[in-house]
């Protein structure tokens, strides 16, 4: 091995084994209860009285960013973390410009500019949230989310609880597991949505992606499962147990291929290309009429989908009514008698393409599908983009049937859980140690040098 290259193998051997500054336990504790206070935004008493104003408190991880700088400033973190933003910003940029021009060119689909503003500052709260915890704590900031939300989700219980009695409340969660989600009373005021889906997401991670090697990581990884289980199983969302199973099946497969990346991204190109035939289900009724044949309760979905029917055509020209669109129409038709509840509209896919037109749904699809996945695989390793793509196919199961593309917790595990993964390529990266070259070494290199890149015999 030449000089030049044993010099630069020492370079990287210093990057990827650089020992890493601690985050001190105070900024540590700070941004955790950050973190469980703005989660517990999501009960339903705090929920109602303030919205989604409590999640804004998430913003408290930049403070504690800012500490931490100052104690232990670490300017390769730093710039890794800030490296994410950019790619990450390209969905804000989509939905504010898509947005925009919809308003811009027709001014009287501009009512939702409000509520609009404020999902878009939600959705970059999440960014936010994710960089700066993974700047605070790289590849541990999974490990503290998901603890924080074990606190959350344990908080809402205990502050339910005394609504119906320690009894009947412990009744109604064991009535809930054995009957696989059938309760009421208690277990029915734990039914939170979006913090029930991230759960689903850190299960797939402690099932499939977790570290195992030593005794501390395994039993960190048994208690991550069974807890995820736990609050998924309490959260009512029975749709979340098969869409895991099925994604760890998928993992096990893929891992089994010779190559996996190329697997990856035809995955992606395939939920791409699903997302336009699942709008076509539904537009035309053959998805409602299936699932009918089949004895399946639609609890009201049928109508929710057909109803906005007038309101777009599946048209490659079709515009979009603007961020937020929809939540107009679904107040128009409560107004008018049609639903008894302003419901939302239980189709992200639907919602989306109605919302940001043909053009915006392809961007929005395109981005999630198609360019994170190859970010995560080119920028990082294929493992980084398998994790990645086994959140988004579990979370494209719920966009089927829900409103989980924009759930504040649900997008902020979608991106930070494969970006604090992506750290521990630093921790276990093993390149080769610089040392100095041998006197032959030496001498071969010399010996290249004024031959002028002949090589010739050095003995």
Request: hydrophobic residues 50%; aromatic residues 16%; charged residues 15%.
């Given at each position: 091995?030449?000089n030049?290259?044993?010099?630069?193998?020492?370079t990287?051997?210093?990057?990827?084994?650089?020992?890493?500054k601690?985050?001190?336990?105070?900024?540590?504790f700070?941004?955790?209860?950050?973190?469980?206070?703005?989660?517990?935004?999501?009960?339903?008493?705090?929920?109602?009285?303030f919205g989604?104003?409590?999640?804004?408190?998430?913003?408290?991880?930049?403070?504690?960013?800012?500490?931490n700088?100052?104690?232990?400033?670490?300017?390769?973190?730093?710039?890794?973390?800030?490296?994410?933003?950019?790619?990450?910003?390209v969905?804000?940029?989509v939905?504010s410009?898509?947005?925009m021009?919809?308003?811009?060119?027709d001014?009287?689909?501009?009512?939702?500019?409000?509520?609009?503003?404020?999902?878009?500052?939600?959705?970059?709260?999440t960014?936010?949230?994710?960089v700066f915890?993974?700047?605070?704590?790289?590849?541990?900031?999974?490990?503290?989310?998901?603890?924080?939300?074990?606190?959350?989700?344990?908080?809402?219980?205990l502050?339910?609880?005394?609504?119906y009695?320690?009894?009947?409340?412990?009744?109604?969660?064991?009535?809930?597991?054995?009957?696989f989600g059938e309760?009421?009373?208690?277990?029915?005021?734990?039914?939170?949505?979006?913090?029930?889906?991230?759960?689903?997401?850190?299960?797939?991670?402690?099932l499939?992606?977790?570290?195992?090697?030593?005794?501390?990581?395994?039993?960190?990884?048994?208690?991550?499962?069974?807890?995820?289980?736990?609050?998924?199983l309490?959260?009512l969302k029975?749709?979340?147990?098969?869409?895991?199973?099925?994604?760890?099946?998928?993992i096990k497969?893929?891992?089994?291929?010779?190559?996996?990346g190329?697997?990856?991204?035809?995955?992606?190109?395939?939920?791409?290309?699903?997302?336009?035939?699942?709008?076509?289900?539904?537009?035309?009724?053959?998805?409602?009429?299936?699932?009918?044949?089949?004895?399946?309760?639609?609890?009201?979905?049928?109508?929710?989908?057909?109803?906005?029917?007038?309101y777009?055509t599946?048209?490659?020209?079709?515009?979009?009514?603007?961020f937020?669109?929809?939540?107009?129409?679904?107040n128009?038709?409560?107004?008018?008698?049609l639903?008894?509840?302003?419901?939302?509209l239980h189709?992200?896919?639907?919602?989306?393409?109605?919302?940001?037109?043909?053009?915006?749904?392809?961007?929005?699809?395109?981005?999630?599908?198609?360019?994170?996945?190859?970010?995560?695989?080119?920028?990082?390793?294929?493992?980084?983009?398998?994790?990645?793509?086994a959140?988004?196919?579990?979370?494209?199961?719920t966009?089927?049937?829900?409103?989980?593309?924009?759930?504040?917790?649900?997008?902020?595990?979608?991106?930070?859980?494969?970006?604090?993964?992506?750290?521990?390529?630093s921790?276990t990266?093993?390149?080769?140690?610089?040392?100095?070259?041998?006197?032959?070494e030496?001498?071969?290199?010399?010996?290249?040098?004024e031959?002028g890149?002949?090589?010739?015999?050095?003995?």
């Amino acid at each position: 091995m030449t000089n030049n290259k044993l010099l630069q193998n020492g370079t990287n051997g210093e990057r990827l084994q650089r020992s890493r500054k601690e985050c001190p336990v105070f900024i540590v504790f700070l941004a955790v209860t950050c973190t469980v206070l703005a989660g517990l935004g999501d009960w339903k008493v705090l929920n109602d009285a303030f919205g989604a104003l409590p999640k804004a408190i998430a913003l408290g991880t930049i403070v504690c960013a800012f500490l931490n700088f100052l104690v232990a400033a670490d300017f390769v973190n730093l710039k890794k973390a800030m490296g994410y933003f950019p790619i990450l910003l390209v969905l804000i940029a989509v939905y504010s410009l898509v947005s925009m021009y919809i308003w811009i060119t027709d001014f009287s689909k501009a009512a939702s500019i409000g509520r609009a503003g404020q999902k878009i500052l939600f959705q970059t709260i999440t960014i936010i949230y994710a960089v700066f915890m993974c700047y605070l704590l790289e590849d541990r900031a999974i490990n503290y989310l998901f603890f924080s939300m074990c606190a959350t989700n344990t908080a809402i219980m205990l502050l339910e609880m005394p609504k119906y009695g320690f009894a009947a409340s412990v009744s109604s969660v064991v009535t809930c597991i054995v009957t696989f989600g059938e309760a009421e009373g208690f277990v029915r005021a734990l039914e939170i949505h979006d913090i029930t889906f991230l759960f689903g997401q850190f299960c797939i991670y402690y099932l499939m992606f977790a570290p195992k090697t030593t005794t501390s990581e395994k039993r960190l990884r048994r208690w991550g499962v069974i807890l995820s289980l736990f609050f998924m199983l309490v959260g009512l969302k029975r749709s979340t147990l098969p869409a895991v199973l099925l994604v760890c099946v998928y993992i096990k497969l893929l891992r089994m291929t010779r190559k996996p990346g190329k697997l990856i991204l035809a995955t992606g190109i395939g939920l791409f290309l699903f997302s336009y035939l699942y709008l076509y289900l539904t537009r035309s009724g053959i998805l409602v009429a299936f699932l009918e044949s089949l004895g399946i309760d639609m609890m009201g979905r049928d109508v929710l989908w057909s109803l906005p029917n007038k309101y777009y055509t599946l048209s490659p020209f079709w515009k979009g009514l603007g961020f937020e669109g929809v939540t107009d129409l679904v107040n128009t038709w409560y107004k008018e008698g049609l639903i008894n509840r302003a419901y939302p509209l239980h189709n992200d896919f639907l919602k989306i393409f109605i919302e940001l037109g043909a053009v915006g749904f392809t961007l929005w699809a395109g981005i999630n599908y198609i360019l994170y996945p190859a970010y995560w695989m080119m920028r990082y390793d294929t493992e980084t983009g398998m994790l990645y793509m086994a959140i988004l196919a579990y979370m494209t199961v719920t966009y089927l049937t829900d409103n989980t593309a924009f759930y504040f917790w649900s997008c902020i595990g979608l991106r930070l859980i494969p970006m604090s993964y992506s750290y521990r390529i630093s921790k276990t990266g093993n390149p080769k140690q610089w040392k100095a070259p041998t006197p032959k070494e030496s001498a071969d290199e010399i010996w290249l040098i004024e031959m002028g890149g002949k090589v010739g015999n050095a003995e």
